[in-house]
């Protein structure tokens, strides 16, 4: 499955949810979060792109089944990482591809950016087009692979309930 995240991570390439560098307003808000022992989940298979894993990082069991009996791994980090290796999360937030309830596919922010991240309160339509592109393109080469695509639904039923609280 390396080919397939690097055909993920090229779609998105070095394009950003800004124009600019969105973490200088807010001092790389969402890398601090994960410095406290938070994370990002990996994406089925994502894993296998880190058979030497960087001394910056480290990966560990969550409760998220996403499907029977398999479970995201969770990606945690130092707050400061070599760009080129971190994980599919970080690389879309704070936007998101999200499976609706009626099967649709759209890209959303992030509600777990809520309260975190300045860019929260923007409508998707605020941020840079091709990235807002990128994520969708993601989203649909997601669909491509069964577990994945198991993956995005369960995620986005997590969304949903973080949306509502
Ligand atoms: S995504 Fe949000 S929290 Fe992260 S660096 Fe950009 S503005 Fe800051
Ligand atoms: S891996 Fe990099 S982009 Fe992701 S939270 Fe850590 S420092 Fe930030």
């Given amino acids: 499955m390396k080919d397939f995240y690097n055909n993920i991570y090229a779609a998105l390439g070095t394009l950003t949810p800004l124009r600019g560098d969105c973490g200088r307003a807010c001092n790389k808000a969402c890398c601090e979060g994960d410095k406290d022992g938070d994370g990002m989940y990996l994406f089925p298979f994502e894993e296998e792109m880190y058979t030497s894993l960087p001394s910056w990082a480290s990966i560990s069991e969550t409760d998220f089944e996403y ?31 999200y499976i609706a309830k009626d099967g649709e596919l759209e890209v959303i922010v992030d509600p777990r950016a809520n309260g ?36 995005l639904e369960a995620f986005s039923r997590i969304l949903d309930d973080i949306k509502f609280i």
Avoid at 82 to 95: A, T
Avoid at 138 to 151: I, S, Y
């Fill in 67 to 97: 499907d029977k009996g398999k479970f995201a791994p969770l990606f945690s980090c130092d707050g400061v990482c070599d760009r080129n290796l971190r994980p599919l999360s970080c690389r879309i937030f704070p936007l998101t591809p």
């Fill in 116 to 151: 975190m991240c300045p860019l929260s309160s923007l409508y998707v339509e605020d941020f840079e087009p091709d990235f807002v592109k990128a994520v969708e393109k993601v989203g649909k080469l997601l669909l491509e692979n069964a577990e994945t695509k198991k993956f």
